[in-house]
């Protein structure tokens, strides 16, 4: 990828975690931008205590993988 490339539609698997508690689903956003976003979001107001992020494809996420 290039200087001048923008990447857009980012698929993610999600775990989050908040004590003995856990979480999987998975997530698109526009921007990776966003993405960030979403888990400053998580961590300041749901206080999770960790979110562990994996890309995927659009085909796994679609699939649920």
């Known amino acids: 990828m290039g200087k001048d490339c923008i990447v857009s539609d980012v698929y ?3 775990t ?3 004590g003995e508690l856990s979480s999987c689903v998975y997530w ?3 921007s990776y931008a966003n993405l960030l976003k979403s888990v400053d979001f998580l961590y300041k107001y ?3 205590d960790a979110i562990e992020l994996e ?3 659009k085909k796994d996420y ?3 993988e």
């Open 12 to 14: 993610y698997k999600v």
């Open 16 to 18: 989050v975690t908040k």
């Open 28 to 30: 698109w956003e526009k």
């Open 46 to 48: 749901a206080k999770m």
């Open 55 to 57: 890309i995927i494809s």
């Open 62 to 64: 679609e699939r649920g």
